[in-house]
């Protein structure tokens, strides 16, 4: 069956540090990936997306990028947090076009 | 560009009363449309899409293209319905889906 495999759970990270969050998939090829933001009243903003491997698009001009080096694996990253990239990041897959998203348990991320 | 309005953040009702959380979509082109819902401490999911046509844990969704809406019903509300609730668009090329803000849906006892 399709899973969906997002870590860490919750990540506290002082201003200024480094970012890696990482999303994986099982049982299924070639999926369409993305990095959503969810922010209490302003619902999920979608931050990146991939059809493919190394294909990258970027929907929101921030401090994060994202990078797929292997077809079922998505890397969000940051070489310098900032206070506002505080937020809770969900990663999601989907079979193909138009098919519903798959997501996964999401990542609480503070940065102090 | 595409748009999903959700105007209600917050709907609360009591058990057994019907509920309508409201979507309204801008859009030129086709539109694919989903609810989705997470309830407390679990992931965000599908609940339905509108070419399916078919009713989700009591709740449909009929998409008016005249009033570019998308709305939620359910004729009776339970309180296990207590959830966020996203509705969402996909672009032409069927990879990008946007989201609404959501509408957090209380149901009292």
């Known amino acids: 069956s399709q899973t969906i495999h997002q870590w860490p759970a919750t990540l506290v990270q002082p201003v200024g540090s480094p970012l890696s969050l990482e999303c994986t998939v099982e049982g299924t090829s070639n999926p369409n990936l993305y990095w959503y933001r969810q922010a209490a009243g302003r619902g999920l903003q979608l931050l990146f997306y991939?059809?493919?491997?190394?294909?990258i698009s970027s929907e929101v001009p921030q401090n994060l990028s994202a990078s797929r080096p292997q077809d079922r694996q998505f890397i969000l990253s940051s070489k310098k947090l900032l206070l506002s990239d505080s937020g809770f990041y969900l990663c999601?897959?989907?079979?193909?076009?138009?098919?519903?998203?798959?997501f996964g348990n999401g990542t609480r991320l503070t940065v102090t | 560009a595409q748009r999903v309005t959700q105007p209600e953040k917050l709907l609360s009702v009591f058990k057994g009363a019907p509920v309508e959380l409201k979507c309204n979509y801008s859009?030129?082109?086709?539109?694919?449309l989903f609810w989705y819902v997470q309830y407390s401490r679990q992931r965000l999911q599908l609940l339905l899409r509108h070419i399916s046509r078919e009713s989700i844990k009591g709740f449909t969704a009929d998409l008016n293209k005249g009033e570019t809406s998308f709305h939620l019903k359910k004729p009776f509300a339970q309180e296990e319905d207590s959830a966020m609730y996203y509705c969402a668009l996909y672009n032409n090329a069927g990879n990008m889906l946007t989201f609404g803000g959501g509408t957090r849906l209380m149901v009292k006892p």
């Open positions: 859009y030129s082109g086709s539109p694919e």
């Open positions: 999601a897959f989907g079979q193909s076009y138009n098919s519903p998203l798959h």
């Open positions: 991939s059809v493919g491997i190394g294909q």
